[in-house]
Protein backbone atom coordinates (compact mmCIF):
# COMPACT_ATOMS: atom_id res chain seq x y z
CA UNK A 1 0.00 0.00 0.00
CA UNK A 2 1.35 3.79 -0.18
CA UNK A 3 2.72 5.29 2.97
CA UNK A 4 3.31 8.00 3.69
CA UNK A 5 7.10 9.25 4.47
CA UNK A 6 9.56 11.36 6.44
CA UNK A 7 10.79 13.84 4.27
CA UNK A 8 14.56 14.58 4.25
CA UNK A 9 15.19 18.25 5.94
CA UNK A 10 16.31 20.51 3.45
CA UNK A 11 19.53 21.56 5.35
CA UNK A 12 21.94 20.22 8.01
CA UNK A 13 20.71 19.86 11.57
CA UNK A 14 22.80 22.42 12.68
CA UNK A 15 21.82 24.97 9.83
CA UNK A 16 19.63 27.22 11.81
CA UNK A 17 22.11 27.48 14.95
CA UNK A 18 22.31 29.78 17.02
CA UNK A 19 18.43 30.28 16.95
CA UNK A 20 17.45 26.39 16.44
CA UNK A 21 19.98 24.41 17.93
CA UNK A 22 21.23 21.34 16.32
CA UNK A 23 19.52 18.95 19.31
CA UNK A 24 16.44 19.85 18.97
CA UNK A 25 16.13 19.42 15.32
CA UNK A 26 17.42 15.79 15.35
CA UNK A 27 14.78 15.21 18.10
CA UNK A 28 12.38 17.25 16.51
CA UNK A 29 12.59 15.70 12.96
CA UNK A 30 13.74 12.40 13.33
CA UNK A 31 11.31 11.48 16.25
CA UNK A 32 8.42 13.63 16.53
CA UNK A 33 7.79 13.88 12.92
CA UNK A 34 8.71 10.27 11.99
CA UNK A 35 5.99 9.57 14.85
CA UNK A 36 2.87 11.05 13.58
CA UNK A 37 4.47 9.34 10.16
CA UNK A 38 4.44 5.82 11.97
CA UNK A 39 0.82 6.35 13.62
CA UNK A 40 -1.09 8.26 10.69
CA UNK A 41 0.40 5.09 8.12
CA UNK A 42 -1.24 2.56 11.20
CA UNK A 43 -4.58 4.71 11.39
CA UNK A 44 -4.70 4.27 7.29
CA UNK A 45 -3.73 0.51 7.39
CA UNK A 46 -7.59 -0.51 6.89
CA UNK A 47 -9.11 1.99 4.82
CA UNK A 48 -7.63 1.29 1.27
CA UNK A 49 -9.13 3.31 0.08
CA UNK A 50 -8.39 6.43 1.70
CA UNK A 51 -4.40 5.77 1.24
CA UNK A 52 -4.54 7.12 -2.17
CA UNK A 53 -5.56 10.55 -0.80
CA UNK A 54 -2.87 13.32 -0.38
CA UNK A 55 -2.53 14.64 3.16
CA UNK A 56 -3.84 17.78 1.83
CA UNK A 57 -7.32 16.31 0.75
CA UNK A 58 -7.62 14.14 4.02
CA UNK A 59 -7.14 17.25 5.65
CA UNK A 60 -9.59 19.25 3.99
CA UNK A 61 -12.16 16.58 4.60
CA UNK A 62 -11.89 15.37 8.03
CA UNK A 63 -15.53 15.66 8.67
CA UNK A 64 -15.86 12.63 5.98
CA UNK A 65 -13.62 9.92 7.37
CA UNK A 66 -14.77 7.21 9.19
CA UNK A 67 -14.90 8.39 12.56
CA UNK A 68 -12.65 5.25 13.60
CA UNK A 69 -9.85 6.79 12.12
CA UNK A 70 -10.82 11.15 12.38
CA UNK A 71 -8.98 11.58 15.40
CA UNK A 72 -5.83 9.92 14.76
CA UNK A 73 -5.79 11.89 10.80
CA UNK A 74 -6.31 15.25 12.80
CA UNK A 75 -3.63 14.54 14.93
CA UNK A 76 -0.78 12.63 13.18
CA UNK A 77 -2.21 13.49 9.63
CA UNK A 78 -1.81 17.56 10.99
CA UNK A 79 1.49 16.60 12.58
CA UNK A 80 2.63 15.13 9.44
CA UNK A 81 1.79 18.05 7.18
CA UNK A 82 2.47 21.13 9.89
CA UNK A 83 5.77 19.69 10.42
CA UNK A 84 6.47 19.11 6.56
CA UNK A 85 5.45 22.89 5.95
CA UNK A 86 7.65 23.86 9.26
CA UNK A 87 10.84 22.28 7.41
CA UNK A 88 10.46 24.14 4.17
CA UNK A 89 9.84 27.74 5.37
CA UNK A 90 13.26 27.81 7.24
CA UNK A 91 16.28 28.36 5.95
CA UNK A 92 19.63 29.65 7.30
CA UNK A 93 20.65 32.94 5.57
CA UNK A 94 17.44 33.83 3.82
CA UNK A 95 15.72 36.94 3.11
CA UNK A 96 15.25 39.22 6.26
CA UNK A 97 11.87 40.75 4.58
CA UNK A 98 9.64 39.48 2.34
CA UNK A 99 9.38 41.07 -1.50
CA UNK A 100 6.61 42.32 -3.69
CA UNK A 101 2.80 41.13 -3.46
CA UNK A 102 3.76 39.33 -0.67
CA UNK A 103 4.79 42.12 0.87
CA UNK A 104 2.45 44.62 -0.45
CA UNK A 105 -0.19 42.38 1.28
CA UNK A 106 1.24 42.20 4.58
CA UNK A 107 1.41 45.83 4.87
CA UNK A 108 -2.24 46.47 3.50
CA UNK A 109 -3.17 44.08 6.49
CA UNK A 110 -0.28 44.46 9.16
CA UNK A 111 1.13 47.70 8.29
CA UNK A 112 3.91 46.03 7.98
CA UNK A 113 6.35 43.16 8.62
CA UNK A 114 6.74 44.65 12.14
CA UNK A 115 3.02 43.92 12.77
CA UNK A 116 2.76 40.64 11.19
CA UNK A 117 5.44 39.62 13.46
CA UNK A 118 3.91 41.31 16.64
CA UNK A 119 0.68 39.39 16.02
CA UNK A 120 1.70 36.00 14.96
CA UNK A 121 4.15 35.96 18.07
CA UNK A 122 1.38 37.26 20.17
CA UNK A 123 -1.31 34.32 18.68
CA UNK A 124 2.20 31.71 19.95
CA UNK A 125 2.50 33.67 23.33
CA UNK A 126 -1.10 33.02 24.42
CA UNK A 127 -1.82 30.02 23.03
CA UNK A 128 -2.65 27.82 26.36
CA UNK A 129 -0.38 24.21 26.32
CA UNK A 130 0.39 22.77 22.97
CA UNK A 131 -0.23 24.07 19.45
CA UNK A 132 0.57 26.48 16.41
CA UNK A 133 0.88 30.10 15.37
CA UNK A 134 -0.35 30.56 11.72
CA UNK A 135 -0.18 33.46 9.03
CA UNK A 136 -2.62 32.14 6.67
CA UNK A 137 -4.87 32.94 3.46
CA UNK A 138 -8.37 32.27 3.40
CA UNK A 139 -10.86 31.08 0.47
CA UNK A 140 -11.20 35.17 -0.60
CA UNK A 141 -7.40 35.32 -0.57
CA UNK A 142 -7.05 37.34 2.62
CA UNK A 143 -4.45 37.38 5.24
CA UNK A 144 -5.11 36.38 8.64
CA UNK A 145 -3.35 35.28 11.88
CA UNK A 146 -4.05 33.00 14.33
CA UNK A 147 -3.32 29.94 16.56
CA UNK A 148 -4.62 26.21 16.50
CA UNK A 149 -4.48 23.63 19.37
CA UNK A 150 -2.33 20.78 19.60
CA UNK A 151 -1.29 19.80 15.48
CA UNK A 152 -4.91 21.01 13.98
CA UNK A 153 -4.12 22.10 10.22
CA UNK A 154 -5.23 25.52 9.09
CA UNK A 155 -6.41 23.13 5.89
CA UNK A 156 -9.78 21.78 7.97
CA UNK A 157 -10.95 25.29 7.51
CA UNK A 158 -10.20 25.41 3.79
CA UNK A 159 -7.07 28.03 4.11
CA UNK A 160 -3.97 27.84 3.39
CA UNK A 161 -0.95 27.83 5.68
CA UNK A 162 1.74 30.22 4.54
CA UNK A 163 4.16 30.09 7.06
CA UNK A 164 3.57 28.19 10.82
CA UNK A 165 5.62 28.65 14.29
CA UNK A 166 5.42 25.54 16.21
CA UNK A 167 5.14 26.31 19.75
CA UNK A 168 5.19 22.72 21.59
CA UNK A 169 7.28 22.55 23.75
CA UNK A 170 9.36 19.91 22.02
CA UNK A 171 10.20 22.90 19.59
CA UNK A 172 12.08 24.99 21.71
CA UNK A 173 12.75 23.60 25.41
CA UNK A 174 16.50 22.04 25.27
CA UNK A 175 17.22 26.04 24.26
CA UNK A 176 14.86 28.24 25.58
CA UNK A 177 13.69 26.00 28.12
CA UNK A 178 10.37 27.96 29.53
CA UNK A 179 10.88 31.21 27.37
CA UNK A 180 8.70 30.80 24.54
CA UNK A 181 8.39 34.12 23.85
CA UNK A 182 12.75 34.33 23.21
CA UNK A 183 12.14 31.45 21.05
CA UNK A 184 9.25 33.22 18.88
CA UNK A 185 11.31 36.30 18.49
CA UNK A 186 14.63 34.29 17.62
CA UNK A 187 12.32 31.83 14.92
CA UNK A 188 11.90 34.71 12.40
CA UNK A 189 15.97 35.03 11.96
CA UNK A 190 15.28 31.51 10.15
CA UNK A 191 11.83 32.03 7.97
CA UNK A 192 12.37 31.27 4.34
CA UNK A 193 10.28 34.68 2.81
CA UNK A 194 10.98 33.08 -0.70
CA UNK A 195 9.06 30.16 0.56
CA UNK A 196 6.72 32.29 2.33
CA UNK A 197 5.63 34.31 -0.81
CA UNK A 198 5.63 30.93 -2.75
CA UNK A 199 2.93 29.35 -0.89
CA UNK A 200 1.01 33.12 -0.96
CA UNK A 201 1.38 33.25 -4.92
CA UNK A 202 0.27 29.48 -5.42
CA UNK A 203 -3.60 29.04 -7.14
Known amino acids: MPEFTLPALPYAYEALEPHIDTLTMQIHHDKHHQAYVNNLNA ?8 QNRT ?6 DLTTLPEAVRTAVRNNGGGHHNHTLFWEIMRPGGPKAPGGALAEAITGVFGGVEGLIKQVNDAGAK ?3 SGWAWLVKDQSGNLLVYSTANQDSPLTDRHVPLLGVDVWEHAYYLKYRNMRGDYLAAWWNVLNWDEVARRFSAK
Open 43 to 50: ALKDHPDL
Open 55 to 60: IDELLR
Open 127 to 129: RFG
